[in-house]
């Protein structure tokens, strides 16, 4: 397990992932992976790393390391699209030198604020 994960590019050193495998963080078909796990084809891998969970599918099988473009053909990622993100107005923009807030805008910061 921990040797397909490091030729798949999911960590940057094999020990990184014998570490998350024994830490929990990597799943096979929904139970929990040992770094000496054997690895099948159409074998379904749930990996929750710092950039949140990925959720992937075993094509191919790998023992080396190579090229990216070789890493992202042993595996079809099924990780769902992340929920887009909301977009809020800019903070008030001041002037630097400007003195300090008025009355009215301060408290259209505390409005702003939550307060």
């Keep these: 397990m921990d040797k397909w ?53 075993v094509q191919a099988l790998a023992s080396i390391r190579g090229p990216a473009p070789v890493a992202r053909a042993l595996y079809e990622d099924l990780t769902p699209p992340a929920p887009p993100r909301v977009r809020q107005a800019p903070p008030p923009w001041r002037e630097p030198g400007a003195g300090r807030p008025s009355k009215r805008e301060r408290r259209q910061l505390q409005r702003l604020r939550g307060f």
């Design 5 to 57: 994960l490091w030729a798949a590019r999911f960590f940057k050193t094999r020990s990184l992932a014998a570490a998350a495998c024994a830490g929990g963080k990597v799943d096979v078909n929904d139970d929990a992976a040992k770094p000496a796990k054997p690895v099948r084809v159409g074998d379904r891998l749930r990996i929750t790393q710092r950039g949140g969970k990925r959720l992937v599918q």
